[in-house]
């Protein structure tokens, strides 16, 4: 599995619509065994997530999104984690174990209600607002 | 001189540089005991920061917000609970954060910052315009604290500009000719009714965005949208895409997949390219309007669908009919509401109101500054007829943002097939008088080098004796009295 996040030096990158790096994480059972940095052009998201459907990203955690990107990535059926914010190493544990990634590292005034809203292109709540608990648990069964 | 007590002041520590610290004192303690009686109380300080309708933060120099005012929270989003002892950006988030953090200009520069091109997204995603200004806080024995900045919410001011621009905007799409007014006017109904919408335009017009546009507006807003290109597809491939198959449909199908229609459920389906499609695939699209069910490939039992069609093409879809290149029955069901989109060259009053939108989104993606365009570049954009429509004068503006270093875009910045003939011969002049500038540095220089001995910088620069004498004589370079041969 191949997780992509923002980031900003040590942190997530406060705000997708203006990123300039991506980090790529190829995840096996519980270990993280390849990242890659990747600079971003993020003023053009559907190039972005067809980069990411080809490198087989399925799932992007990132900062504050604004309508336009978080539409069009979800139209690429890529799962989307918006407003994270934090250590991006954490974030990386946290999802390697299974933990939650939210509530814990939401950005402030974000509640989960107000993310629930987003919908994936196949209609439905996408699987990244689902606990990565239960995300793992299904992929590792 | 000013106090502000936000929680809890530690006054023998003022700023704490641990997480979630709770005060800063934001002025000097030198205040002499005259002056101490007209300094203006705490309270009033904290009072007067709330009435204001501006935001105002505070950080410490570990970024970590320590006070945050009403506005700010109703700007932002953010109550101040959550607010203090974040680090700014993540209650910020605004597109400056990263690159262009005027509060970090201000801390590494020690001066006042300001800004008012940039935007922050609240939690609902919505960009909201603002205006920055930051400075520095200082405690009395002038150590920096950290900073404060303060901001403005433009969205009114952005509003009534368009207001008074004349121009129309439905969605991303923005206009102010009267063809397209017709359109946006009829859309909010077209958007309620829930029928079939046909779309026709030249590639380039924004049929998806107009489709976007109606979804956004109609009552299955919040359900999926998607968007599929027909005439990308082979008629097999399509109709599996669309419509999905069932496992065992035929090899290597293992398992079942949706296609787009249950991808679609509920909410609204683009089909592009419509007059591309085969005549088999027509009838069975036919079956999916008028029964609202559908068969995936493999399936004995029809899938019920509630999904609203719209369908686009660029092709005269009536005439196609004529030709007998497109079912009739299919036509007349698709075209319950049709919609024209005009090309570009028959709106060009569009063609400033688009420029400035280009500029100002690239000025916000690329951080760049550029003010505008040229007058002269204007006018050559005017008169150019965009068979590629407005993604071809995008990418237009696309270039020239990346040829230009200057404030405003001019006509060098443009494709030279945009420039009138006379143009490009001035173009090539200027390249001419470039080379000449250039040979006419580099002979000197040899010359100098070899103390102006013709012959010896003949052999540096690789050229017989002859064609140096010729050069020189052809573009004029005065020599001085000293030849090299003399000593």
Same mark, same amino acid.
Request: proline share 4%; charged share 25%.
């Given at each position: 599995?191949?997780?992509?996040?923002?980031?900003?030096?040590?942190?997530?990158?406060?705000?997708?619509?203006?990123? $300039?790096?991506?980090?790529?994480?190829?995840?096996?059972?519980?270990?993280?065994?390849?990242? $890659?940095?990747?600079?971003?052009?993020?003023?053009?998201?559907?190039?972005?997530?067809?980069?990411?459907?080809? $490198?087989?990203?399925?799932?992007?955690?990132?900062?504050?999104?604004?309508?336009?990107?978080?539409?069009?990535?979800?139209?690429?059926?890529?799962?989307?984690?918006?407003?994270?914010?934090?250590?991006?190493?954490?974030?990386?544990?946290?999802?390697?174990?299974?933990?939650?990634?939210?509530?814990?590292?939401?950005?402030?005034?974000?509640?989960?209600?107000?993310?629930?809203?987003?919908?994936?292109?196949?209609?439905?709540?996408?699987?990244?607002?689902?606990?990565?608990?239960?995300?793992? $648990?299904?992929?590792?069964? | 001189?000013?106090?502000?007590?936000?929680?809890?002041?530690?006054?023998?520590?003022?700023?704490?540089?641990?997480?979630?610290?709770?005060?800063?004192?934001?002025?000097?303690?030198?205040?002499?005991?005259?002056?101490?009686?007209?300094?203006?109380?705490?309270?009033?300080?904290?009072?007067?920061?709330?009435?204001?309708?501006?935001?105002?933060?505070?950080?410490?120099?570990?970024?970590?917000?320590?006070?945050?005012?009403?506005?700010?929270?109703?700007?932002?989003?953010?109550?101040?609970?959550?607010?203090?002892?974040?680090?700014?950006?993540?209650?910020?988030?605004?597109?400056?954060?990263?690159?262009?953090?005027?509060?970090?200009?201000?801390?590494?520069?020690?001066?006042?910052?300001?800004?008012?091109?940039?935007?922050? %997204?609240?939690?609902?995603?919505?960009? %909201?315009?603002?205006?920055?200004?930051?400075?520095?806080?200082?405690?009395?024995?002038?150590?920096?604290?950290?900073?404060?900045?303060?901001?403005?919410?433009?969205?009114?001011?952005?509003?009534?500009?368009?207001?008074?621009?004349?121009?129309?905007?439905?969605?991303?799409?923005?206009?102010?000719?009267?063809?397209?007014?017709?359109?946006?006017?009829?859309?909010?109904?077209?958007?309620?009714?829930?029928?079939?919408?046909?779309?026709?335009?030249?590639?380039?017009?924004?049929?998806?965005?107009?489709?976007?546009?109606?979804?956004?507006?109609?009552?299955?807003?919040?359900?999926?949208?998607?968007?599929?290109?027909?005439?990308?597809?082979?008629?097999?491939?399509?109709?599996?895409?669309?419509?999905?198959?069932?496992?065992?449909?035929?090899?290597?199908?293992?398992?079942?997949?949706?296609?787009?229609?249950?991808?679609?459920?509920?909410?609204?389906?683009?089909?592009?390219? %419509?007059?591309?499609?085969?005549?088999?695939?027509?009838?069975?699209?036919?079956?999916?309007?008028?029964?609202?069910?559908?068969?995936?490939?493999?399936?004995?039992?029809?899938?019920?669908?509630?999904?609203?069609?719209?369908?686009?093409?660029?092709?005269?879809?009536?005439?196609?009919?004529?030709?007998?290149?497109?079912?009739?029955?299919?036509?007349?069901?698709?075209?319950?509401?049709?919609?024209?989109?005009?090309?570009?060259?028959?709106?060009?009053?569009?063609?400033?109101?688009?420029?400035?939108?280009?500029?100002?989104?690239?000025?916000?993606?690329?951080?760049?500054?550029?003010?505008?365009?040229?007058?002269?570049?204007?006018?050559?954009?005017?008169?150019?007829?965009?068979?590629?429509?407005?993604?071809?004068?995008?990418?237009?503006?696309?270039?020239?943002?990346?040829?230009?270093?200057?404030?405003?875009?001019?006509?060098?910045?443009?494709?030279?097939?945009?420039?009138?003939?006379?143009?490009?011969?001035?173009?090539?002049?200027?390249?001419?008088?470039?080379?000449?500038?250039?040979?006419?540095?580099?002979?000197?220089?040899?010359?100098?080098?070899?103390?102006?001995?013709?012959?010896?910088?003949?052999?540096?620069?690789?050229?017989?004796?002859?064609?140096?004498?010729?050069?020189?004589?052809?573009?004029?370079?005065?020599?001085?009295? %000293?030849?090299?041969?003399?000593?």
């Amino acid at each position: 599995m191949k997780t992509a996040l923002t980031v900003w030096g040590k942190w997530i990158s406060p705000v997708f619509d203006s990123a $300039q790096t991506l980090l790529i994480v190829e995840i096996e059972g519980k270990t993280i065994v390849n990242k $890659q940095l990747v600079p971003i052009d993020s003023e053009n998201p559907a190039a972005l997530a067809k980069m990411l459907k080809k $490198q087989n990203v399925s799932l992007l955690i990132c900062g504050a999104i604004s309508e336009y990107p978080a539409r069009v990535l979800e139209n690429e059926a890529l799962e989307l984690i918006p407003f994270i914010s934090g250590d991006a190493d954490k974030v990386l544990d946290a999802l390697v174990h299974g933990h939650s990634i939210e509530p814990v590292f939401l950005m402030p005034g974000c509640r989960r209600g107000n993310l629930m809203r987003n919908k994936t292109r196949n209609g439905g709540n996408p699987p990244g607002r689902r606990c990565c608990r239960k995300h793992f $648990q299904e992929k590792d069964s | 001189m000013v106090l502000m007590k936000i929680r809890g002041v530690d006054k023998e520590n003022p700023v704490s540089t641990e997480g979630h610290s709770r005060s800063i004192t934001m002025a000097s303690r030198r205040v002499t005991s005259s002056k101490q009686q007209n300094r203006v109380p705490e309270n009033v300080t904290e009072t007067i920061l709330e009435s204001i309708s501006d935001g105002v933060f505070t950080i410490n120099q570990e970024w970590q917000i320590t006070s945050f005012n009403r506005a700010a929270e109703e700007i932002t989003g953010v109550s101040r609970d959550e607010a203090i002892g974040r680090h700014c950006w993540e209650v910020f988030r605004s597109n400056m954060c990263e690159l262009e953090c005027a509060l970090r200009r201000t801390m590494e520069h020690g001066k006042s910052a300001s800004s008012s091109t940039t935007y922050i %997204i609240n939690s609902e995603k919505k960009r %909201i315009p603002i205006s920055v200004s930051t400075a520095l806080l200082k405690d009395a024995n002038n150590q920096v604290l950290g900073g404060v900045e303060t901001f403005r919410d433009l969205s009114l001011v952005e509003e009534l500009r368009k207001e008074l621009d004349g121009r129309f905007q439905v969605g991303d799409m923005v206009s102010r000719s009267s063809a397209m007014k017709k359109i946006f006017t009829i859309l909010p109904q077209v958007s309620e009714s829930d029928s079939t919408v046909l779309i026709e335009g030249e590639t380039g017009t924004g049929k998806e965005l107009l489709t976007r546009a109606i979804h956004d507006l109609s009552p299955r807003k919040g359900m999926p949208f998607v968007a599929i290109n027909c005439g990308a597809l082979p008629d097999n491939l399509l109709e599996s895409e669309l419509f999905g198959y069932k496992a065992g449909a035929f090899t290597h199908a293992t398992k079942n997949k949706p296609g787009h229609f249950a991808a679609a459920e509920g909410g609204t389906i683009l089909l592009d390219e %419509i007059g591309d499609t085969s005549s088999a695939f027509q009838v069975r699209l036919l079956r999916v309007l008028e029964e609202k069910e559908y068969l995936p490939l493999g399936a004995v039992k029809p899938v019920k669908s509630n999904v609203r069609i719209i369908a686009a093409t660029n092709r005269d879809l009536a005439e196609q009919v004529r030709n007998g290149e497109f079912r009739q029955d299919l036509y007349y069901r698709i075209n319950v509401v049709q919609l024209n989109l005009p090309p570009l060259r028959e709106r060009k009053e569009d063609i400033p109101l688009l420029v400035e939108r280009f500029i100002s989104r690239l000025n916000h993606f690329r951080g760049k500054t550029i003010q505008g365009i040229g007058e002269e570049a204007l006018h050559f954009l005017m008169a150019h007829d965009y068979p590629g429509n407005i993604r071809e004068l995008e990418n237009i503006i696309e270039r020239a943002f990346i040829l230009c270093s200057e404030e405003t875009i001019q006509s060098a910045h443009l494709p030279i097939d945009l420039l009138p003939d006379g143009f490009k011969a001035d173009s090539q002049g200027t390249l001419e008088s470039a080379r000449e500038s250039s040979e006419i540095q580099s002979i000197l220089e040899a010359l100098k080098r070899n103390n102006f001995n013709r012959l010896a910088a003949a052999r540096e620069l690789g050229i017989h004796k002859s064609t140096l004498f010729r050069k020189i004589k052809k573009l004029e370079i005065n020599l001085p009295e %000293i030849d090299g041969r003399k000593k």
